[in-house]
C-alpha cells in the first residue's frame, strides 16, 4: 500500500513542496512516480519520513540528517532511540512547566524565589549547533541525553564541578606557575577526565588540543580562564600534558 505525495504532506503537517526537496537531494525519494507524475509513498517511506521529522525537530540541517540516517540503516532500532529522547525531553519539559508555575504561585503570594527552583529545566543547548558541526549530531544527542537524564542535584554538582575547575585554572595563570609543572600538570589531567566523562565527546590527544586552541581564539571560552592570557595557560598546560 502506497500514497500519493498530497495526502502525506498533510498528514505529517509539511507541504508536498518539502517533500519534493526531500526527495530530489536524496533524502526522501518516492516508493514510485505514478504515469500522471505524482509521487507515491510506501510504509517503509512514511517511516524514513518520520525519522526525518524527528531530527528535525531537533534542529538538524539535511545532511546532518542524511548522515545520521544512512549510518543507522535499522528503523527500528533508530525509533527507539527517538523514543528514549523523546521521553527524556518530556521529563525536561515537565520539569520547566513544574519551574514556571512555581515562580507564578510564589509572585502571586509574594514569597522569595530559590534559584534553583526557578532553572529546574533549563539545559544546556547554548552551544549545540557548534557541536553538531564540529562533532556530529550522534556527539550531540548522547551529551544532551547524558545532561537531560541528570536529576536537578547530580547537574548542580556537575556544575559545581565545572566551575572549581576553571577557578583553579584561572588562579594558577595568575599566579605564573609553570604550565609544565606539577601543580599545572595536575590540573590538565582533571581537565581531561572531565572531557573524558562527557558522553558524546571524541577522545584522544587531537581531541583535547584542539579544544585548548578554541579556548584561546573564542573569547566565550576564554572568560572562562579569566581571559585569553588565561586560556593560553590552559593550552600550555595540556599541549605539556601530551609532551
Known sequence: MDWPITDIAKLAGTTSRTLRHYGDVGLLPPSRIGGNGYRYYDERALTRLQRILLLRD???????????????TDDE????????????EQQRLDRQIASVELTIEKLRGGEQLMAEDMFNGFDHTEYKQEVVE????????RS?????SM??????????RLTKLNTDWADAANRGIDPSGIEAQALATRHVEWLAAIPGTPQGQDYVLGLGEMYVADERFAKNYGGTTGAEFVRDALLAYYA
Open 58 to 72: 531537533l534542529g538538524l540541517g539535511l545532511p546532518a540528517i542524511a548522515e545520521i540516517i544512512d549510518r543507522q
Open 77 to 88: 532500532i533508530a525509533l527507539r532511540d527517538h523514543l528514549t529522547r523523546l521521553h527524556e
Open 134 to 141: 564540529r562533532w556530529g549530531a550522534d556527539a550531540y544527542a
Open 144 to 148: 544532551d541525553a547524558w545532561w537531560t
Open 151 to 160: 536529576s536537578s542535584d547530580e547537574q548542580s554538582a556537575w556544575k559545581a
